[in-house]
């Protein structure tokens, strides 16, 4: 089972990116899908999730209107598009994978946890 994100960089703020995950080693079009972050000296702040059929997602306050999920089952991945970005969304974003509705960041919870990417957003 693994989970390798990409696309992490450094954007001005006001900017855009696109993280990708790609799944390898499980049925991805079964396993809720999700994103996590971690900012400099602190705690895990779940971002993002989608259901497996890619026709639900739900966002953090903090995110909410900025950022998008999606996925492509075909492709076992799945993105999450960040627009309008602010200083503090610096952080390093992980991809999870669950077989069910996680509502906790605790990383044992969850069947698959990705290294992470690193998004550093500054002028």
């Known amino acids: 089972v693994q989970l390798v994100e990409s696309g992490g960089g450094l954007v001005q703020p006001g900017g855009s990116l696109r993280l990708s995950c790609a799944a390898s080693?499980?049925?991805?079009?079964?396993?809720?899908m999700y994103w996590v972050r971690q900012a400099p000296g602190k705690g895990l702040e779940w971002v993002s999730s989608i259901n497996p059929g890619g026709e639900s997602s739900h966002y953090a306050d903090s995110v909410k209107g900025r950022f998008t999920t999606s996925r492509d089952n075909a492709k076992n991945t799945v993105y999450l598009r960040m627009s309008s970005l602010k200083p503090e969304d610096t952080a390093v974003y992980y991809c999870?994978?669950?077989?069910?509705?996680?509502?906790?960041?605790?990383?044992?919870?969850?069947?698959?946890w990705g290294q992470g990417t690193q998004v550093t957003v500054s002028s």
């Open positions: 999870a994978a669950a077989s069910r509705l996680i509502l906790t960041t605790v990383p044992t919870d969850f069947d698959s």
């Open positions: 080693g499980f049925t991805f079009s079964s396993y809720w």
